[in-house]
């Protein structure tokens, strides 16, 4: 049961499963399972969507609507997205608000204003951020082409998507009314970051990106400046940063035996300059591919 005192927490994806963790439950080195809060299985709804199955891999859960929304992404079975409301209190428990199988190799999504969703498809057919409507379920609104694409996140200080793909952060005006995304800028990332794998949004000002290598993007100024703890580093496949406290928690591909792309292992640290000291979580029942903070 989610209780009042803050606790940090973190929603990891992988496989056919999401799970609620909170971290202060555990000693780091620790499996995950003495912090296991809450549950979902995608298998649960696979009646209403034939992608959800038990060899999914389910490659990014996005939390938005103030956390009491998640958006879910899978990259096989044709490529799905759901919009949950889950029920951190009752273990497996979520509503299905939106659904889609048609986000070729869908690595992540976002909820833009006004109700709509924008998935990004990587490879294949798709290689595009897709559009959606949330009360129209599998219907495709359109698609903005975008080599590679793997991440997008809505900004709403600067009221811009902003999107990565392969070597490139594309910045998107939107406008609901019509609805439509209308590029604004595209940004070449290759002298800091390549192949890039995800993005977050560190501040109002501030995103954080990485695969090959990592960054950290000042929007005003439209800067870069390289995160030193990655320096060395490939195989970033999701970021989040508190920049108040210097935490950082991560996941790198490696160290699953079945998918080079996958891990068993949470990461963590203190310090993005490289001085502090890595430790970890295991997460061994999964092939995860990426971790969100619920809470720091």
């Known amino acids: 049961v989610m209780g009042s005192k803050k606790l940090k927490a973190v929603v990891a994806c992988g496989s056919n499963k999401v799970y609620l963790i909170k971290t202060d439950y555990?000693?780091?080195?620790?499996?995950?399972?003495?912090?296991?809060?809450?549950?979902?299985?995608?298998?649960?709804?696979?009646?209403?969507?034939?992608?959800?199955?038990?060899?999914?891999?389910?490659?990014?859960?996005?939390?938005?609507?103030d956390k009491k929304q998640i958006l879910v992404t899978c990259s096989n079975n044709s490529g799905w997205c759901v919009l949950l409301e889950p029920d951190f209190n009752v273990d497996g428990k979520a509503t299905l608000l939106f659904w889609t199988n048609?986000?070729?190799?869908?690595?992540?999504?976002?909820?833009?204003?006004?109700?709509?969703?924008?998935?990004?498809?990587?490879?294949?057919?798709?290689?595009?951020?897709?559009?959606?409507?949330?009360?129209?379920?599998?219907?495709?609104?359109?698609?903005?082409?975008?080599?590679?694409?793997?991440?997008?996140?809505?900004?709403?200080?600067?009221?811009?998507?902003?999107?990565?793909?392969?070597?490139?952060?594309?910045?998107?005006k939107w406008d609901p009314t019509k609805p439509e995304l209308e590029i604004e800028e595209s940004i070449s990332t290759t002298s800091y970051v390549k192949g890039l794998h995800d993005i977050s949004i560190v501040d109002a000002n501030t995103l954080i990106m990485g695969a090959q290598n990592c960054a950290l993007?000042?929007?005003?100024?439209?800067?870069?400046?390289?995160?030193?703890?990655?320096?060395?580093?490939?195989?970033?496949?999701?970021?989040?940063?508190?920049?108040?406290?210097?935490?950082?928690?991560?996941?790198?591909?490696?160290?699953?035996?079945?998918?080079?792309?996958a891990t068993y292992t949470l990461r963590y640290n203190d310090k993005i300059d490289g001085t502090g000291t890595e430790k970890t979580i295991m997460v061994n029942d999964i092939e995860m591919y990426k971790a969100r903070v619920f809470t720091w």
């Open 26 to 65: 555990l000693n780091w080195g620790d499996t995950y399972t003495k912090g296991l809060r809450w549950s979902w299985d995608c298998t649960s709804i696979k009646s209403t969507v034939a992608g959800c199955k038990a060899d999914s891999h389910i490659d990014d859960v996005v939390l938005c609507n």
């Open 102 to 172: 048609k986000a070729d190799n869908a690595h992540s999504a976002e909820l833009l204003p006004g109700g709509y969703i924008v998935v990004a498809c990587s490879t294949g057919s798709g290689q595009c951020l897709q559009l959606y409507d949330i009360t129209k379920n599998n219907t495709v609104l359109a698609e903005y082409p975008l080599n590679s694409a793997h991440g997008a996140v809505w900004n709403p200080a600067t009221e811009r998507l902003y999107a990565i793909g392969e070597t490139t952060l594309q910045i998107y």
């Open 217 to 261: 993007f000042d929007i005003s100024r439209k800067t870069f400046t390289p995160v030193p703890i990655f320096s060395k580093t490939s195989g970033i496949k999701s970021l989040n940063y508190n920049a108040k406290t210097g935490e950082i928690f991560y996941t790198i591909s490696g160290g699953s035996p079945n998918y080079s792309w």
